[in-house]
T-cell receptor
Framework: TQLLEQSPQFLSIQEGENLTVYCNSS?????LQWYRQEPGEGPVLLVT?????EVKKLKRLTFQFGDARKDSSLHITAAQTGDTGLYLC????????????FGPGTSLSVIP | DTGVSQDPRHKITKRGQNVTFRCDPI?????LYWYRQTLGQGPEFLTY????????KSRLLSDRFSAERPKGSFSTLEIQRTEQGDSAMYLC??????????????FGPGTRLTVT
């Protein structure tokens, strides 16, 4: 059983469309990170959220941390082909903040 | 480039052989992590170090796997008597401690291991 679930597992959209991917858990996290990974490369950190209800924006990407710090979402506006990749959420548990647990990822494909 | 580096990027080996991978973290980072990632999955925690001390090792890690960080700088991950199930991407990450964010990890490009 995954401690962090991500949905959808796969997403294929046309360039210019909007999308939201989700990261859910029954556990409380002291912080949550989103990474993007391209094939054959390591994950690249996009953002960290630490406060329940926090919203952060990174250009066309909007990240939200749930009020109870058990879930998060990533919304992309006007997707571009360069957004294609594997989006991973990762959380540091309150009980073990120095070890990060990764979700299985959402594979996004943006078609021109 | 002051990012995390890993060597080699690709390794093909025959079943039963030993392999060793190297990771050089960002120089001022004192935490170093090893992960394994298979296709379609997120990174799976293997072990981590603070300076030269190995603080935790995953229960999923068999005794064929060993990691060292002898001087608190670079680290090596050795797999003895490789099996086909060891085929995966092995990722290294580092993070600073004392900056309030030990959970923010910076990854290297990974070593792709194929066991034939």
């Amino acid at each position: 059983t995954q401690l962090l679930e991500q949905s959808p597992q796969f997403l294929s959209i046309q360039e210019g469309e909007n999308l939201t991917v989700y990261c859910n858990s029954s556990s409380v996290f002291s912080s949550l990170q989103w990474y993007r990974q391209e094939p054959g490369e390591g994950p690249v950190l996009l953002v960290t959220v630490v406060t329940g209800g926090e919203v952060k924006k990174l250009k066309r990407l909007t990240f939200q941390f749930g009020d109870a710090r058990k879930d998060s979402s990533l919304h992309i506006t006007a997707a571009q082909t360069g957004d294609t990749g594997l989006y991973l959420c990762a959380g540091a548990l309150e009980t073990s903040y120095d070890k990060v647990i990764f979700g299985p990822g959402t594979s996004l494909s943006v078609i021109p | 480039d002051t990012g995390v580096s890993q060597d080699p990027r690709h390794k093909i080996t025959k079943r039963g052989q030993n392999v060793t991978f190297r990771c050089d973290p960002i120089s001022e980072h004192n935490r170093l992590y090893w992960y394994r990632q298979t296709l379609g999955q997120g990174p799976e925690f293997l072990t981590y170090f603070q300076n030269e001390a190995q603080l935790e090792k995953s229960r999923l890690l068999s005794d064929r796997f060993s990691a060292e960080r002898p001087k608190g700088s670079f680290s090596t991950l050795e797999i003895q008597r490789t099996e086909q199930g060891d085929s995966a991407m092995y990722l290294c990450a580092s993070s600073p401690v004392g900056a309030g964010r030990p959970y923010e990890q910076y990854f290297g490009p990974g070593t792709r291991l194929t066991v034939t």
